[in-house]
Nanobody, 127 residues
Framework: QVQLVESGGGLVQAGGSLKLSCAAS????????MGWFRQAPGKEREFVAA????????HYADSVKGRFTISRDNAKNTVYLQMNSLKPEDTADYYC????????????????????WGKGTLVTVSS
């Protein structure tokens, strides 16, 4: 059974850093594009970042550009989200997603179009 398992969430002060990990049991991980979405309490889910299967292309939401970095290690079937300069408005549940096929910023920004979804990890940023 396909699983995406997120880890690394927690409580951090504003200005601090966290690194999220997503371990995938997907057989096709090395050919899947990966991404992160988040959902804050009372708000709609939003796109955060995406990375192509090779790691050669990345895409970020404007709200995190310059602060967050997505990366992947295909040998470990893991994708990461390094989050720096965290703000209280970054507080949310963060979800890992995967989708095969051609990497597209439009496609990877559509949560419902993903092929696999994780259950999320909570990030709380205190002011």
């Amino acid at each position: 059974q396909v699983q995406l398992v997120e880890s690394g969430g927690g409580l951090v002060q504003a200005g601090g850093s966290l690194k999220l990990s997503c371990a995938a049991s997907v057989r096709t991980f090395s050919s899947d594009n990966m991404g992160w979405f988040r959902q804050a309490p009372g708000k709609e889910r939003e796109f955060v970042a995406a990375i192509s299967w090779s790691g050669g292309s990345t895409h970020y939401a404007d709200s995190v550009k310059g602060r967050f970095t997505i990366s992947r290690d295909n040998a470990k079937n893991t994708v990461y989200l390094q989050m720096n300069s965290l703000k209280p408005e970054d507080t949310a549940d963060y979800y890992c997603v995967a989708r095969g096929g051609t990497f597209s910023t439009v496609t990877m920004s559509n949560y419902d179009g993903m092929h696999y979804w994780g259950k999320g990890t909570l990030v709380t940023v205190s002011s």
